[in-house]
């Protein structure tokens, strides 16, 4: 299979966010691939903004790459038993753009969380808010790293055995997803 292009969303803005760690272990673990952050840092949606001045260049810019992207991590934090409102706002913002980007593209749910359940909310209320859009998101296994202090040696890798071995699981299942659709084509 030649190199796989995988786009990647973190919900967490932080610079030091284990979220980011786990999408860039995840994006390391899928290779070959060449792969890119999306930026989500976009204005709050309001319909006057869409209906006004326009959907801002950085949504559609967001959106073309999610199109053109062969796979897309969606990695996010649990925040108050959700996702995080950043991540929520680009899933609403990418879903006023013309067209579907994310329809039958393969999606691969991550996250990283300080408590001991890993994310499992906030991948439920992820999975519910991509729903409409019809992406094919592996079911599994589902990759949730708890207690993610202590889960990272200094050079930012996953060192908990585990969670390298789902991760993996994962990523194999998600190229598979990228061959199914390649073979269709």
């Known amino acids: 299979m030649t190199d796989i292009t995988l786009l990647g969303l ?26 890119v952050e999306g930026d989500i840092r976009f204005p709050l949606f309001d319909e006057d903004i869409q209906n006004g001045p326009g959907i ?4 559609q810019d967001l959106a073309d790459r999610i199109a053109a992207a062969d796979a897309v991590l969606v990695v996010t934090p649990e925040y108050n038993k959700g996702i995080s409102g950043v991540l929520k706002n680009a899933l609403d913002w990418i879903s006023r753009v013309e067209g579907n980007p994310w329809k039958d593209k393969p999606v691969a749910l991550l996250s990283a969380t300080a408590g001991r359940s890993g994310g499992e909310r ?13 992406p094919r998101i592996v079911n599994g296994p589902e990759v949730l790293v708890g207690q993610t ?20 699981e994962q990523m194999a299942a998600l190229k598979r997803e990228v061959a199914m659709l390649r073979a269709q084509i």
């Open 10 to 35: 973190c919900g967490s803005l932080r610079a030091a966010s284990t979220n980011r760690l786990l999408m860039l272990e995840a994006a390391r673990r899928l290779a070959p691939a060449s792969f």
């Open 122 to 134: 906030a991948q439920n209320m992820t999975r519910l808010c991509l729903a409409p859009f019809r």
């Open 149 to 168: 202090r202590d889960q990272w040696d200094a050079e930012g890798h996953l060192t908990n055995e585990r969670g390298i071995a789902l991760l993996d």
């Open 56 to 59: 801002p260049a950085a949504v």
